[in-house]
């Protein structure tokens, strides 16, 4: 691949957050007024400790009563856990709180850029400038940046040979946990045992310390909250299969098929490479998630890295620059989820069953980069030698 200077990096960096900036257009005014999803975070924080955090009328009540406003659909949505990570910013005023919060959202998407393999890290600053969901992390004040920092850092550690820290890093995601329901299907066909060990062990830990700012029944009044309707909204902008199919009478059934397919496909992309597997598991992910929106695109910036290569063919060399661009995510603004749904699926698809992969090409330019070596050095523990492409 072409090395591109640091200047043209910056112009082309530059470009792309001017195409999303205007894309938002007037829309960044309620960022700027603190009209994100950090108002249900800083509830959140607010309510900890307390039998109202996932109770509505409250967690609306110490909206309107603290920050000024309220919204149905900016509920407080994550583990108990996490609202000891509010707590601190509930004890600013509200406008001050948003104001640091937008700042480490840039900041979590930084320092994803710099943990990410430093040989990719000029088209990696490339990807989240051009990223629409990425740019909408800070425009709604989302907090998938620092799932993007965690996957960013478990990959680092796992690189150098440290998968039980890797596994603890990767814990960090359960945050957005329905966005990760293919990568048990990764870690089984890879056989990354020590790694599943050291995740199951980090989601436990959380888990158990969500008893202390959420209560001993938490675990029915959250499942209670997922359970309505209203905190679904807006499914025809999902670019899932839940959006796609949830209208249908027994959509259930559809969505399950659906989703073994996706997993299917994943665990064939990822025993024949474990870097596409991991691609094909982030986005099946978002395909497979009951709740997904715009800004949970933004996981598709880590799984194009870790496709897009010399040796790839043109024509998923073509749908890898779809996905990064502002298109199929512009018409999801817009009301139509099909590009989005579809590129997801093909991309899936394609590093399951492509037939025209260069994989010699491929595994060369691994090799070359020593990427192919780490990868079979840290996947030697466990007898397997299939780190490079089938």
């Not at 909206?63 to 949505?77: I, K, N, Y």
């Not at 395909?287 to 598709?300: E, K, N, S, V």
Request: charged share 10%; with cysteine; hydrophobic share 55%.
């Amino acid at each position: 691949m072409v090395r591109w200077s640091k200047t043209r990096v910056a112009l082309v960096c530059l470009a792309g957050l001017a195409v999303n900036a205007a894309i938002f257009g007037p829309a960044l005014a309620l960022t700027a007024h603190g009209t994100t999803d950090f108002m249900g975070f800083y509830a959140g924080g607010k309510l900890a400790f307390t039998p109202g955090l996932y109770n509505s009328t409250k967690v609306m009540l110490t909206e309107q009563t603290f920050e000024g406003m309220s919204s149905p659909t900016r509920l407080f949505m994550r583990l108990p856990v996490f609202s000891l990570f509010y707590w601190p910013f509930a004890q600013l005023k509200y406008p001050a709180a948003s104001a640091v919060w937008e700042a480490l959202c840039v900041l979590s998407l930084l320092a994803f850029a710099l943990f990410w393999p430093r040989r990719q890290r000029r088209y990696t600053f490339v990807a989240a400038c051009w990223s629409l969901p990425a740019m909408l992390i800070v425009a709604e004040g989302q907090d998938i940046g620092f799932v993007l920092l965690s996957i960013a850092v478990a990959f680092l550690l796992m690189r150098r040979r440290f998968p039980v820290a890797a596994g603890l890093a990767a814990s960090l995601c359960m945050v957005k946990f329905h966005l990760l329901l293919m990568i048990p299907v990764w870690i089984c066909a890879r056989r990354q045992w020590r790694f599943a060990a050291a995740l199951c062990a980090g989601c436990a830990a959380l888990l158990a310390l969500s008893f202390l700012p959420g209560g001993w029944n938490w675990p029915l009044s959250y499942l209670a909250l997922l359970a309505k309707p209203s905190n679904t909204p807006y499914r025809d902008a999902m670019p899932t299969m839940y959006g796609l199919f949830g209208a249908l009478p027994h959509a259930v059934i559809p969505e399950l098929i659906v989703t073994g397919l996706i997993a299917f496909a994943v665990w064939i992309a990822s025993r024949a490479n474990a870097a596409w597997g991991l691609a094909a598991a982030l986005a099946g992910g978002v395909l497979a998630a009951p709740h997904a929106y715009m800004a949970d695109g933004a996981l598709m910036v880590p799984a194009l890295l870790l496709v897009f290569r010399a040796g790839i063919s043109v024509r998923l060399r073509a749908l890898c620059y779809f996905l990064a661009s502002p298109v199929p995510w512009l018409l999801l603004m817009c009301g139509s989820a099909i590009g989005a749904r579809l590129g997801l699926a093909a991309f899936v698809v394609w590093l399951a069953w492509g037939k025209s992969l260069n994989r010699s090409a491929i595994r060369s330019n691994l090799t070359s980069s020593g990427l192919l070596a780490s990868m079979n050095n840290m996947l030697r523990w466990a007898g397997t030698d299939q780190a490079g492409a089938a």
